[in-house]
């Protein structure tokens, strides 16, 4: 027997609203309130509730997703070339701090187990980081990782593994180009992330552009020659052959272990989370299901005293209206519509714009264009004030909910999550995705049960239950709040960690290659 027909209209004044039947539902369908479709309408696909007009506006979250293109007589499969996409909102006279949420009830007496580091931050992870100041290493440093697994690891118990951050800069760029400070100081900060606990080590080859002593303090400080207590450079004079490379690598990683080792978990307080969140693989569902519950499980984090990263600035572009009134201070605002402003740019010296983000894959899972991408994304911020603004890379310096500016690409915003010091990170996905990172836990959330039954050994939790009605939002935002605080705490295992699924560090680089 057929399910009951069933769609989802987010807010009242929307004039549309998406099948949730598992394989949509044919021509002819009948709903209870008398709607019928003319049209056979995917899964996760729009319907319109009324007739629409030629030109007028076709309206879902509440907001103008875009315009019709022709008369859409009620209920008709609303799909993406009958949706006309409307310009990006203006940054100009956007109103700034006019509504700032007032502050919720704190929310006490939730903790984790951590491992606590010197400067105050905790991980939650305890991991031998070897960062490399250029490409040129990568294969040396993958060598050297494969033998300290083998016979360094299994002597330090109390540290989970070894991570070498490897990646396609250092040499052949314009070191000094304006955009050359994103990937330098992105490196620099992943190098301080709390999981890697203050032991850290560089692999340099010694002749490269990028100086491994600006992977260790701030600026660009003057270069050592030869190696160093931190820096093993492989064009060193004592180095015969490459031998002496990997016992050079593997004396200072065994220090860096023993080190490492000493450290245990403790019990801290919610608050010393650093959660970063994002979306890859959307679909129409993302925004009525998963990201609600991961905006309800972030309300949880804020109130607990944590800090929480949304980012993605092609995903919220099309949103900044909603988000410069949330905006603490007008400073804060302001830095929203910086980081907008930076990126319109940055796109169209690419002849590009935000259009170019959408996907076929976002496509077939019903999501039109970049504005009703945009409007599901943001809704993973919860209702929080927006506490504070970070550049790409930047290293996060405060609690509360902060805006951290990356690309949507989910490796390039997870790599700069990692920088901006995200200890544990938060993924929905509707389209699956295998993502994972090897410095941080993935929790990936479906955002309906048929991928996360499908992907049963890949997805941690489904947020599926909102659209049948299983469960609700307030449901999936608690189970997922106490799964972070199981997985920070080891007590759980991701699936991405349980197989060893491990994305590649992916800098963002603005600046020329040469
Ligand atoms: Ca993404």
């Not at 400070?181 to 080590?201: K, S």
């Not at 959660?275 to 607990?304: E, H, I, K």
């Not at 740019?345 to 019903?366: F, H, I, V």
Request: aromatic content about 6%; some cysteine; charged content about 20%.
């Amino acid at each position: 027997m057929a399910d009951t027909p069933r769609y989802i209209r987010v807010n009242q004044s929307d004039n549309v609203a998406i099948v949730v039947n598992a394989g949509g539902l044919p021509k002819g369908t009948g709903f209870e309130n008398g709607l019928t479709l003319r049209d056979h309408v995917p899964q996760g696909h729009k319907v319109n509730l009324t007739d629409i007009a030629e030109g007028d506006p076709i309206i879902r979250y509440g907001e103008v997703i875009g315009t019709a293109a022709r008369l859409i007589p009620r209920g008709s499969w609303v799909e993406e070339s009958l949706v006309r996409m409307p310009g990006a909102p203006s940054l100009e006279n956007l109103p700034l701090a006019t509504r700032v949420p007032p502050p919720q009830a704190p929310l006490e007496g939730f903790t984790f187990e951590g491992y606590r580091n010197a400067d105050g931050t905790v991980g939650t992870k305890n991991l031998l980081g070897i960062s490399t100041s250029v490409q040129c290493v990568a294969g040396v440093v993958d060598f050297a990782v494969q033998r300290i697994r083998q016979e360094l690891l299994p002597r330090y118990p109390n540290v989970d593994d070894v991570v070498a951050l490897s990646h396609t800069y250092g040499c052949g760029v314009a070191i000094t180009a304006p955009g050359a400070a994103v990937p330098i100081r992105t490196l620099r900060n992943i190098t301080r992330n709390p999981n890697f606990g203050g032991e850290p080590m560089v692999v340099s080859l010694g002749c490269e552009k990028l100086m491994p002593e600006w992977l260790l303090a701030d600026g660009r400080p003057a270069p050592a020659a030869g190696n160093t207590p931190d820096i093993v450079r492989l064009q060193d004079e004592s180095h015969h052959g490459f031998g002496d490379m990997i016992a050079s690598i593997l004396e200072m990683a065994d220090k860096r272990l023993a080190e490492l080792n000493r450290r245990t978990r403790t019990t801290c307080p919610a608050a010393d989370l650093v959660v970063g969140t994002q979306c890859g693989g959307s679909d129409a569902f993302s925004g009525v299901t998963a990201n609600p519950a991961v905006g309800f499980a972030a309300d949880l984090l804020v109130r607990a005293g944590a800090t929480v990263m949304f980012s993605e600035v092609t995903e919220v572009r099309d949103a900044i209206h909603l988000l410069t009134p949330r905006a603490a201070t007008e400073d804060v605002g302001r830095a929203l519509i910086r980081e907008m402003a930076w990126y319109d740019e940055y796109l169209r010296e690419g002849a590009a714009d935000r259009s170019a983000n959408t996907t076929p894959g976002n496509k077939r899972g019903g999501l039109a264009n970049i504005v009703e991408k945009a409007l599901g994304s943001v809704a993973k911020s919860g209702t929080s004030p927006i506490a504070g603004v970070l550049s790409p890379g930047e290293r996060v310096d405060r609690k509360g909910l902060i805006f951290a500016a990356t690309p949507a690409s989910d490796f390039i915003c997870g790599t700069l999550q990692l920088a901006s010091g995200m200890t544990l990170q938060v993924f929905t996905t509707g389209r699956g995705t295998p993502y994972g990172l090897a410095a941080a836990p993935v929790i990936k959330m479906a955002t309906r049960d048929a991928l996360s039954e499908r992907w049963h050994d890949l997805i941690d939790i489904s947020a599926g239950g909102i659209a049948t009605g299983r469960a609700t939002i307030q449901d999936v935002g608690w189970e997922l709040f106490h799964l972070i605080l199981d997985v920070a705490s080891g007590r759980r295992k991701t699936w991405s960690d349980h197989w060893g699924l491990r994305n590649a560090l992916t800098l963002f680089n603005p600046g020329p290659v040469t």
